[in-house]
């Protein structure tokens, strides 16, 4: 089963537009919840990530969002850009578990 | 700065026949990992190794043994390679399990005709 839940699987956003892709889990063990950026033909690499003792976490353009009670969290992309594009993975692990990816959410950013 | 080397880059195999992917860190990191990539499906794990000497099952293991020949080193074999395992593979290290961030190779893209 699909243990973490990603939505949606793809996103055409305008130049300066927000992009937001959410994500849901099962286990209420994990307790780390990166989201992984990946361009065509490179493996992903770390873009944000957040544990549960906060709400939310901000780099630069990029937030995490985090709800605990709800079992889901959210990457927003302020000020989308063309450079932007590319597919977006959320995951989620704890430290007797392994990490877990969502199903990806391939994102365009159009000028 | 190499991070994480995987070789090959790209493989055709027949079915029935064997290989071994191969993946090297030079990163000094205690934690490795197989996944597989495939369209509309994510990265799936199919094996990982959380320390020298230790290797676990992960969402995907069957058809695929792997080795932690020592620190640095993490091959993933395919016994008798099916068209089922055509599929993008990604090797990636952490320095201490899956709570540390994780760093991907270049990828194999694999195909089995």
């Known amino acids: 089963q699909q243990q973490v839940k990603q939505s949606p699987q793809s996103l055409i956003v305008q130049k300066g537009g927000i992009s937001i892709i959410n994500c849901a889990y099962e286990n209420t063990a994990f307790d780390y919840f990166p989201w992984y950026q990946q361009f065509p033909g490179k493996g992903p690499a770390l873009l944000i990530a957040i544990r549960p003792d906060v709400s939310e976490k901000k780099e630069g353009r990029f937030t995490i969002s985090f709800n605990k009670s709800a079992k889901q969290f959210s990457l927003h992309i302020m000020d989308s850009q063309p450079g932007d594009s590319a597919t977006y993975f959320c995951a989620a692990s704890s430290d007797t578990d392994k990490l877990i990816f969502g199903t990806g959410t391939r994102l365009q950013v159009f000028p | 700065n190499a991070g994480v080397t995987q070789t090959p880059k790209f493989q055709v195999l027949k079915t029935g026949q064997s290989m071994t992917l191969q993946c090297a860190q030079d990163?000094?990191?205690?934690?490795m990992y197989w996944y597989r990539q495939d369209p509309g499906m994510g990265l799936r794990l199919i094996y990982y190794s959380a320390s020298e000497g230790t290797t676990d099952k992960g969402e995907v293991p069957n058809g695929y043994n792997v080795s932690r020949l020592n620190k640095r080193e993490f091959s993933l074999r395919l016994e008798s390679a099916a068209p089922s395992q055509t599929s993008v593979y990604f090797c990636a290290s952490s320095s201490q399990g899956a709570v540390t961030e994780a760093f991907f190779g270049q990828g194999t893209r694999l195909t089995v005709v």
């Open positions: 990163m000094n990191h205690n934690s």
